[in-house]
């Protein structure tokens, strides 16, 4: 709950500009919320306000973060969020500084992120046409999307039930902060779609929520009228489990990434995978090149003769006219 008064208020003006102005999607709104109110309450316990920020305190709330077991990334995101709700109220004349300009960011790791080799999602290709009926054949289109076409999980359940009409082999997605682009799907994603539009009206609920269900791709018989996130999850781990996969590894995320480093492993330009994700700023589609650079060594290091030799010992001598 936002704190009351002045900095409760500052806040609400925050985070609708956000929304209204930078087109911040809600989960996004929610978690500044959130990390706007952590501060604040910490603050409280030192007996200071938002309002009157200083360097000093919001030093001593990035040693309370560490001290409390923090890992630098959730630091250095909340500090994001209380350098533009500074930055915010400094342009807006709400205040004559900003506090935040000298602090230092945590420092962070560059963890890589999961991925599954391309024979995995085969099989869980294989494990999703391998299930009867309407539900094996929504797996199958789901996979699709979010394999060949690198979607997001939120642009999945968002698409619209035209998203794909007949004789279209692209894709218009709207992604984060509005932006939208254009992606490219292989014949099998389009033909997979194409077979999960002849059975989706399975999905359709009945009564009330039906007109709302008929505007997704992806209806369902829940509340909210369309599959949500966390239930696109729970079908992916489920699905892992039939193709013989540790299911901690999968997550409409991984797919996500498997789509990003495949492409790169297949030498497709970095600019090309930028556009392909929708991503604002190239350096965060650069990650996928460290991906395949690991996954090379690791390689070299499994198979290669040298690799493999035991520390001290000689090459066996090569046959005589080899080089």
């Known amino acids: 709950m936002a704190p009351p008064g002045i900095a409760g208020r500052r806040i609400e003006a925050f985070l609708e500009m956000m929304a209204a102005e930078r087109g911040a999607a809600r989960n996004t709104v929610e978690a500044y919320r959130r990390d706007l109110d952590d501060l604040a309450t910490f603050l409280a316990g030192r007996g ?54 000298r602090l230092d960011s945590p420092r962070l790791g560059r963890p890589l992120p999961k991925v599954l080799e391309a024979g995995e999602c085969a099989a869980l290709l294989a494990a999703a046409k391998a299930r009867p009926g309407p539900e094996g054949i929504r797996m199958v289109a789901i996979l699709e999307l979010l394999y060949a076409g690198g ?19 692209t894709l218009l997605v709207h992604g984060k902060g509005g932006r939208e682009r254009v992606v490219p799907l292989a014949a099998s994603a389009v033909a997979a779609v194409a077979a999960y539009g002849a059975v989706r009206a399975g999905f359709l609920p009945k009564g009330a929520l039906r007109a709302r269900a008929e505007r ?59 556009r392909m994700l929708g991503h604002a700023d190239i350096a965060t589609t650069q990650i996928y090149t460290h991906v395949a650079d690991e996954r090379l060594s690791r390689l070299v290091h499994a198979h290669h003769p040298l690799a493999r030799r035991p520390p001290g010992t000689k090459a066996a001598p090569g046959r005589r006219g080899e080089g």
Not at 88 to 101: E, K, N
Not at 151 to 169: K, M
């Open 151 to 169: 979607l997001r999980v939120s642009e999945l359940v968002g698409l619209p039930a035209n998203a794909v009409p007949a004789g279209t082999t």
């Open 48 to 101: 200071e306000t938002l309002e009157a920020t200083t360097p000093a305190s919001l030093e001593a709330y990035l040693a309370h973060l560490a001290a409390a077991g923090r890992a630098p990334r959730t630091a250095a995101r909340r500090l994001s969020a209380i350098r533009q709700f500074h930055r915010f109220l400094y342009a807006d004349g709400m205040r004559a500084d900003d506090p935040t300009l």
């Open 216 to 274: 997704w791709l992806f209806p369902s018989r829940g509340v909210d009228a369309r599959l949500t996130r966390r239930r696109v999850g729970q079908m992916l781990k489920d699905l892992a489990l039939q193709a013989g996969l540790d299911p901690a590894r999968l997550s409409p995320h991984v797919l996500r990434h498997a789509f990003a480093t495949h492409l790169v492993d297949g030498g497709a330009d970095l600019r090309s995978v930028q």
